[in-house]
């Protein structure tokens, strides 16, 4: 696979290794921690069957509307599903916490220091038009990615130090030392683009062409703003691989759009929709006893979710100058009444989210252990002391007169003042006024109880929904007061938690910084985290980073659910047990059977 003269004279060119990688056997497969589950003999993922049929169409709902079939960049709201189109170097298990197999790579060498990785390129590798995928394409795509994309890629590869091509069919990335341990790992969900369909076209500019990828699926159909259709490859490279053995099997992959998620759910009903991950729990309680359903041509799934619940939340914008004090944050937070919310609108579905690494080991509680403490102390003077001396969950009143009373008396002490009901700059007399910005109407009845309860307080709330395109247009600029937003979480975090707190992201458009954190302390305490070696350092930096962020009060912490709830017409097929860590889709199959009694019924009601 690799040139033995172009390897020396990289070599010599580099930095000092601790291992040449004619040193470093070959693996199949990395894992963050310990080995991989599977063996190099494997030959499919235990969820997926692969005498499964293929055949068939799935119709799924996406909101909004889209303008460009490119995912990649700043510019433009990219289409649903895009994703599919693309292989990567390696793939992850859904069975397993965080291991990545061979894909577009069926050989990977990693130096022992974790200094440098290799990937050998699969020799059938190709594109959709029949162009082979080389070393030369995975380092345009890292260097377009990371140039032109959007910021996460930034955030993603920050230490990658230099990328070269071994040979044709051998890649080689130079890493930071002692720095990120997954990041050999993130290297390989790198999409790669093809270098040669990208010569001549401008990849920063919107398109709506069906673009080049290497993946299962290729795009059949662009409505834009309407529906996007993705059709099988029918002599797809790798359909033979071990990792793709037994997925893929749905011949038709929709994504019809709706700008109202009223409007989807009748669609669902109706049968123009085949599957909806369900996000309402009334829909859930009250929506699925139609006639179809309870004839039994509807299935409801509450498939259960190991990974991590994750941060979702009111987003407070720190780039307004009236959130900058902690103390209007904490009583914004006083003010939110999760359990009515959950009692009275939600059927009691929900748990409150209290963490930023909820359900999972990684979450702080109580005070602070030994292991946090030797990463919180070096920064004890810029931290407030309650970080050392409060146990969490911290203690609020449970009722909500208490806390209201509690808010008011933070909001005070922040200088605001009541005139004839209003809260109001004691200095300036200007009001305190705040709007949640939304896209979804769905969601304004679950902000008008918040902003009830700041009306009892004096601060003026109102709730401005635009449209999908001016709602990113708006979170591009950073230009919003509250967002309901989310900070998703996999079983070990890493890099991207740079872009979720790091201060370089707080101004970088379309960045996941959507707080505006710009904080030394954060910044240090991420860099521990994705410099950790073993799992227990993991989780340490995690809870430390946990408890900052949560003494902080940059957000109102929402609720979760550890299950996704999935309806669907009942045509679907798939194998159990679900992977234990995602949901995967792709190893789902359209059984013909039923598939044909259900459109015969649609057809004659």
Do not use: C
């Not at 460009?68 to 895009?82: K, S, V």
């Not at 990371?146 to 044709?168: L, N």
């Amino acid at each position: 696979m690799r040139s033995t003269v172009l390897l020396m004279t990289a070599l010599a060119a580099g930095p000092a290794l601790a291992a040449s990688p004619d040193e470093v056997p070959t693996r199949h497969a990395l894992a963050l921690y310990g080995e991989p589950a599977l063996p190099a003999d494997f030959t499919h993922f235990p969820h997926a069957d692969p005498e499964a049929p293929v055949g068939g169409t799935l119709t799924r709902a996406a909101t909004g509307s889209f303008d460009t079939t490119n995912p990649f960049i700043i510019q433009g709201t990219p289409a649903t599903g895009l994703n599919v189109i693309y292989d990567t170097l390696l793939v992850a298990n859904p069975d397993e916490p965080f291991t990545m197999y061979g894909l577009l790579a069926e050989g990977i060498r990693l130096d022992p220091d974790r200094q440098w990785i290799e990937f050998d390129l699969h020799p059938e590798a190709r594109f959709h038009d029949g162009t082979p995928v080389t070393a030369a394409d995975v380092i345009f795509s890292f260097e377009t990615l990371t140039e032109k994309g959007q910021p996460f890629y930034g955030a993603y590869y920050a230490d990658v130090t230099e990328v070269r091509a071994v040979d044709e069919d051998t890649v080689h990335f130079d890493l930071a030392a002692s720095e990120s341990r997954e990041l050999p790992l993130i290297l390989g969900q790198m999409p790669v683009l093809p270098a040669h369909y990208w010569e001549d076209r401008d990849f920063e500019a919107t398109t709506r062409d069906p673009l080049l990828g290497s993946g299962p699926y290729r795009i059949a159909q662009v409505d834009p703003g309407r529906r996007i259709v993705y059709a099988r490859v029918e002599d797809y490279w790798g359909q033979d691989l071990p990792v793709n053995r037994g997925r893929h099997n749905i011949e038709r992959l929709v994504f019809d759009y709706y700008r109202d998620q009223t409007v989807a759910l009748e669609a669902f009903k109706a049968g123009n929709l085949d599957m909806r991950i369900e996000s309402s729990a009334r829909n859930w309680a009250t929506a699925y006893d139609f006639p179809a359903a309870e004839a039994g041509f509807v299935q409801r799934l509450e498939v259960p979710d190991g990974q991590p619940a994750g941060m979702q939340a009111y987003v407070i914008n720190l780039r307004r100058e009236k959130f900058q004090d902690v103390r209007v944050r904490e009583a914004l937070n006083l003010a939110f009444d999760f359990e009515w919310l959950n009692q009275s609108l939600f059927y009691g579905a929900y748990e409150r989210t209290r963490s930023y690494f909820e359900n999972s080991e990684m979450a702080a509680e109580g005070l602070p252990s030994e292991g946090e403490l030797a990463l919180l102390e070096p920064h004890r003077e810029a931290l407030p002391e309650r970080v050392f001396e409060a146990p969490l969950p911290m203690q609020h009143p449970d009722e909500l007169r208490p806390r209201l009373r509690k808010a008011f008396a933070l909001l005070r002490e922040a200088g605001y003042v009541s005139r004839d009901g209003t809260l109001v700059d004691a200095q300036t007399g200007a009001p305190l006024t705040l709007e949640v910005l939304l896209f979804d109407t769905q969601f304004e009845r679950v902000v008008q109880p918040l902003l009830r309860n700041l009306a009892r307080l004096g601060v003026q709330g109102d709730i401005r929904i635009v449209d999908v395109n001016q709602y990113l247009n708006r979170l591009r600029r950073f230009d919003f007061d509250i967002i309901v937003g989310s900070f998703p979480q996999s079983a070990n975090p890493g890099n991207e938690q740079r872009e979720f707190w790091g201060s370089e992201y707080a101004d970088a458009p379309q960045s996941r910084n959507l707080i505006g954190l710009q904080d030394p302390v954060i910044d240090d305490l991420v860099d521990r985290l994705i410099a950790a070696d073993s799992r227990e350092a993991l989780d340490t930096a995690a809870q430390a980073l946990d408890r900052v962020l949560r003494w902080g009060f940059y957000v109102i912490p929402q609720w979760h659910l550890d299950t996704t709830r999935i309806a669907q017409w009942d045509k679907f097929g798939w194998q159990e047990p679900f992977p234990r860590y995602n949901l995967d889709l792709d190893a789902w199959w359209v059984d013909p059977d039923r598939a044909a009694e259900i459109e015969n019924r649609q057809r004659n009601r």
